[in-house]
C-alpha cells in the first residue's frame, strides 16, 4: 500500500498507522502486526518559502552526527545511500535488548527524520527491520 504523507511511501502488508491512538501532538507512527513490536515514527519538515534550503549529504551527516552524540552511538556506523532523487544518512545501534534506527533523508529542499526502535532479540527482528528499510528506500517527497 501507498501511504501518504507530505510525500509518498510504500507499506508493506501486516504494518499500520497508530498516530491517532497516540496522545494529540504525536509523530506519524506505524507499528507491524507481530510479538516484535518495532515502532516507526516520522518527523517531517516540508519546504513552504523563503530561501531554500538546498541541503546535500554533508547537511544530513551534519544532522546524524549530531543525533549520535546525543544518544551515545558511534558515528563510524553512520552510512549514505541515495533512492532515486532521495538521499539519505542513517545509522543503527544495538544494545542487549534494543534495536534503533534512524534516518535524515532529503530532496534538497525537504526533510524527514524517521526512526525504528524495537526491544527484543536481534534474530526475532530481521523481518521487520527489513521491511522498515524497504519503507525508507520508497520514500519520495511530494
Known amino acids: 500500500m501507498t501511504v501518504q504523507f507530505y510525500g509518498t511511501f510504500d507499506l508493506p502488508v501486516g504494518w ?3 498516530t491517532d491512538n497516540l496522545p494529540e501532538g504525536s509523530p506519524p507512527t506505524l507499528v507491524k502486526e507481530s510479538d516484535a513490536g ?3 515514527q516520522f518527523s517531517i519538515a516540508k519546504y ?3 530561501e531554500k534550503p538546498n541541503a546535500d549529504f554533508d547537511v544530513l ?13 558511534d558515528v563510524e556506523r553512520i ?15 544495538r544494545t542487549t ?10 530532496n534538497g529542499n525537504d526533510f524527514a527524520f524517521v526512526t525504528y526502535l524495537a526491544q527484543g532479540e536481534e534474530y526475532d527482528l530481521i523481518d521487520e527491520v527489513g521491511e522498515t528499510r524497504e519503507i525508507i528506500s520508497s520514500i519520495s517527497f511530494g
Open 48 to 50: 513552504r518559502s523563503g
Open 79 to 93: 552510512f549514505e545511500r541515495k533512492f532515486g532523487d532521495v538521499m539519505c544518512v542513517g545509522v543503527s545501534s
Open 38 to 40: 518495532g515502532t516507526v
Open 16 to 18: 499500520e498507522d497508530i
Open 97 to 106: 535488548d534494543q534495536t534503533l534506527l534512524a534516518w535524515y533523508l532529503s
Open 61 to 73: 551527516r551534519t544532522f546524524m552526527v549530531e543525533f549520535c552524540r546525543n544518544n551515545f552511538i
